[in-house]
């Protein structure tokens, strides 16, 4: 064919660039000022936003902004029942309430599944429906271990990723009421036998939950909202 040149035949079409690929000749056709100005503009952007919200400042990622916003979420769903203490009697008290153990089993399959299973048959991480525990001799000792850890991080902390203290203490609630439960694949008993959880205390906080023993009292029936 003809020689490589940068005079085109055709007045119609752009000129031609003076290199050749292949016997391929290329247009001298650049992209519109305006276009050029964009993507240098967006590259510009992309440095300056990288180095706003993905340099580690505090606050800024949107991480942050998801855990803040999860916190005020937590913060009025749980003004109905306050900041609960991490102890036996509040575990057990809420161990038996449907509405709040939600909150708990929620927690559990989206944290917990991965090391002892769905129904808490137990993994990488123990049992936890047998009567055996390997750390846990009372019920508050499960919270210590969800909030603090166990085995050098085998058991990673949680006190910290959850965004309430609340959910420490519902999650062991969940945790506490598959003692018992059947699941699918057990994992063999570990540790030694603990002592049964103890009964909810009757009236030892002024909400919804369910008295073991009802006062004589017609008025003092409770109904537990769904
Ligand atoms: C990375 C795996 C892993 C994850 C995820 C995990 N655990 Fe564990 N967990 C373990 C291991 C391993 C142990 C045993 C620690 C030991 O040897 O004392 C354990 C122990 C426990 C114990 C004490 C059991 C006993 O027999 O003393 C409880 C309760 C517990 N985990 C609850 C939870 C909850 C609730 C979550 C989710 C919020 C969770 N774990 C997430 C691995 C995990």
Redesign the pocket.
Known sequence: MSDASNTNLNPNEPPLTDHSYDGIQEYDNPMPGWWVWLFVGTVIFSGVYWLYFETGVEGRSIFDEYGRYQANIMTVKFGEIGELSADSATIAKYMRDPKWLAVGKA??N???????GIDGGGG?????TDD?????RHLD??AK??KN???NG???A?GSR?NHPNVVVL??A??ASLRGTKPANPKAP??AVAEPWPAAEAGSQPDNSESTEPAPSATSDKVIAP
Request: aromatic residues 14%; glycine residues 10%.
């Open positions: 927690t559990y989206a944290n917990c599944v991965s090391c002892h990488i991480g123990p049992n936890l055996n525990w390997k750390g846990v000792d499960i271990i969800i850890g166990a085995a085998a058991m990673p949680w959850f999650t062991s969940y945790v570990e540790g």
